[in-house]
């Protein structure tokens, strides 16, 4: 069956540190993948996304993403997080054409100051 | 920015009312969604329209109907709201074009009392 697994449900970090949010995927085909954030009492924005080419996709807000098809993963990743960055954070995957996105459950960041 | 309202932004009602909420854009996006989020079940697909009149159910659809009588618009209708139905609603498009990513509106806060 079709799923994204992000194993992380809450993360902590400090303000400068680096950060890695997970997301593993399971699907037969080879699947787009989207990574969103959502802050407290907004709606979902798109970070980033990949479908093929290069692995190491770059988003907005200085975010990255990086697909390893033989980990079916597609973490993201920070170099230095601010503490506007605290937010939940969503992996899905497109199915049936991306008619449809499978989500993961999401992942609650705090940025400590 | 995909010019996408939601309305109204707050409601409140009670057990067995009808409610409509309504999902408005500007940029004739073929595809429209309606997604619940719910603490510890992330966002659930509750119906879809991939065009006027065009619909098919997502994984939550029981209690809910839609209706698109118009590009532009895609409405959301409890029936007889129930306390489950209590829920932050997000409508979404989806482009089209390599990515078909979807983009959100800022989502309805429904209480059902």
């Known amino acids: 069956a079709q799923s994204v697994t992000q194993p992380d449900i809450h993360i902590t970090v400090s303000e400068g540190a680096s950060l890695e949010l997970r997301c593993n995927y399971s699907?037969?085909?080879?699947?787009?993948l989207f990574w969103y954030v959502q802050s407290p009492g907004q709606g979902l924005q798109l970070l980033l996304k990949?479908?093929?080419?290069d692995t190491l996709v770059q988003g907005i807000k200085g975010f990255e993403a990086e697909f390893k098809r033989s980990q079916s993963s597609f973490n993201l990743r920070k170099p230095s997080v601010h503490w506007s960055d605290a937010a939940e954070y969503f992996c899905?995957?497109?199915?049936?054409?991306?008619?449809?996105?499978?989500w993961g459950l999401g992942t609650s960041l705090a940025v400590n100051p | 920015d995909a010019g996408i309202t939601q309305s109204p932004r707050h409601k409140v009602t009670e057990t067995g009312t009808p409610v409509t909420l309504r999902c408005h854009q500007t940029e004739n996006h073929r595809y429209m969604y309606w997604y619940r989020q719910d603490p510890g079940h992330g966002l659930r697909l509750i119906h879809y329209s991939y065009g006027v009149k065009d619909t098919d159910k997502g994984e939550v659809s029981d209690g809910y109907s839609v209706s698109r009588s118009k590009t532009e618009d895609f409405l959301l209708t409890l029936e007889s709201a129930t306390s489950s139905q209590t829920s932050v609603y997000f409508c979404?498009?989806?482009?089209?074009?390599?990515?078909?990513?979807?983009?959100f509106g800022p989502g309805t806060r429904l209480t059902v009392l």
């Open positions: 699907y037969g085909a080879t699947p787009y």
């Open positions: 899905a995957v497109g199915a049936g054409n991306n008619r449809k996105l499978i």
């Open positions: 990949y479908f093929s080419g």
């Open positions: 979404a498009i989806r482009t089209s074009g390599e990515y078909n990513e979807q983009f």
